[in-house]
């Protein structure tokens, strides 16, 4: 089983980004695009998912959307985050950490 996860943190006060509404969309070989996955991070900022990936779902596309725009109550400038990777491996844990302010964010890939 895959395990995707995910950590979001605020920068401007070093808090736990909770309540954020994520989408994950699954792009397949053929083009076909449809929702994935549909979720909002808990109350420690993370997401946690486990996937049964067949082998169409290991060589698909993934792009994981995070809603940040209503996340941060202050000017807005970044009100959405768009993350493409894969998931190759059906056993294999992928993890995708992310620092978040209004004007900005950093993200990096760590499995």
């Given amino acids: ?21 994520i989408i994950i969309y699954q792009t397949k070989s053929n083009g076909e695009k449809k929702v994935f996955c549909e979720t909002k991070t808990d109350s420690g900022g993370r997401l946690l998912k486990e996937f049964t990936l067949n082998d169409e779902d290991c060589k698909s596309e993934y792009e994981m959307i995070c809603k940040t725009g209503n996340y941060f109550s202050e000017k807005k400038i970044v009100s959405e985050i768009s993350v493409k990777f ?23 890939w760590s499995d």
């Fill in 1 to 21: 089983m895959a395990t995707l996860s995910s950590h979001l943190l605020n920068s401007i006060n070093g808090t736990h980004a909770s309540n954020v509404e």
């Fill in 86 to 108: 894969k998931m190759p491996d059906p056993n294999k844990k992928y993890h995708i950490p992310i620092i978040i302010s209004p004007n900005g964010y950093s993200i990096w």
